[in-house]
């Protein structure tokens, strides 16, 4: 007669096997962001002159196949202001440091680390705070491209609501910690620049 073994699992143990399936795609999503990285830190090296930096032609280079815009105008626009939220320290170029720094705050950052890098695509002037004019320009730019109409009316108004609502101190500006409760009561304003960088397939 043969023995019938039995294996009992605790609740524990599913519970674990759960997590762990659950955890794959997550391991997928992070390894093809690692692969991505790793590729576009080798595209900067080739860019770079020996200097260790990259300009703002080089850097679209590098990034441009990786910028889902619906047109050449919206993919150059945010290239632009991507660039100078990478550039730390506004040196007019950008060093691996701060392109890999960039990279990782973008494709693996925290809500509040890409709540600032955002902060920075839309404050042009750089000058710590946004203005009303700035987050119609970038705003009116993207979405009129995309819907193929002038979108300034519609992105004025929302942008005037916003600062209405949200302008703490009444100075006409946005500093980052309101930004950051701009964030909160307008997501998209955050969602709707991460929609342009991916992983290409």
Same mark, same amino acid.
């Given at each position: 007669?043969?023995?019938?073994?039995?294996?009992?699992?605790?609740?524990?143990?599913?519970?674990?096997?759960?997590?762990?399936?659950?955890?794959?795609?997550?391991?997928?999503?992070?390894?093809?962001? +690692?692969?991505?990285?790793? @590729? &576009?830190?080798? /595209? %900067?090296?080739?860019?770079?002159? *020996? =200097?260790?930096?990259? $300009?703002?032609?080089?850097?679209?280079?590098?990034?441009?196949?990786?910028?889902?815009?619906?047109?050449?105008?919206?993919? +150059?626009?945010?290239?632009? @202001? &991507?660039?100078? /939220? %990478?550039?730390?320290?506004?040196? *007019? =170029?950008?060093?691996? $440091?701060?392109?890999?720094?960039?990279?990782?705050?973008?494709?693996?950052?925290?809500?509040?680390?890409?709540?600032?890098?955002?902060?920075?695509?839309?404050?042009?002037?750089?000058?710590?705070?946004?203005?009303?004019?700035?987050?119609?320009?970038?705003?009116?730019?993207?979405?009129?491209?995309?819907?193929?109409?002038?979108?300034?009316?519609?992105?004025?108004?929302?942008?005037?609501?916003?600062?209405?609502?949200?302008?703490?101190?009444?100075?006409?500006?946005?500093?980052?910690?309101?930004?950051?409760?701009?964030?909160?009561?307008?997501?998209?304003?955050?969602?709707?620049?991460?929609?342009?960088?991916?992983?290409?397939?």
């Amino acid at each position: 007669m043969g023995n019938n073994i039995s294996i009992k699992t605790s609740p524990e143990h599913h519970g674990m096997e759960r997590h762990a399936s659950k955890s794959r795609p997550e391991q997928l999503k992070n390894s093809k962001i +690692l692969k991505e990285i790793q @590729r &576009l830190s080798a /595209a %900067f090296e080739k860019s770079q002159d *020996g =200097s260790g930096t990259i $300009n703002k032609e080089q850097f679209k280079s590098v990034l441009s196949a990786n910028v889902d815009a619906w047109s050449k105008g919206a993919q +150059l626009l945010f290239l632009e @202001r &991507l660039f100078d /939220a %990478f550039d730390m320290d506004r040196s *007019g =170029s950008i060093d691996y $440091n701060e392109f890999l720094r960039g990279l990782k705050i973008f494709f693996q950052g925290s809500e509040d680390e890409k709540c600032e890098l955002t902060f920075r695509i839309y404050d042009v002037d750089k000058s710590g705070d946004i203005q009303p004019k700035e987050l119609i320009h970038i705003m009116a730019e993207m979405y009129s491209s995309y819907h193929g109409t002038d979108q300034m009316g519609s992105v004025a108004t929302l942008v005037h609501q916003i600062f209405h609502d949200l302008d703490i101190n009444g100075d006409g500006s946005l500093s980052i910690t309101e930004f950051r409760l701009m964030a909160v009561k307008e997501p998209m304003m955050i969602d709707f620049i991460e929609e342009f960088l991916r992983i290409p397939e």
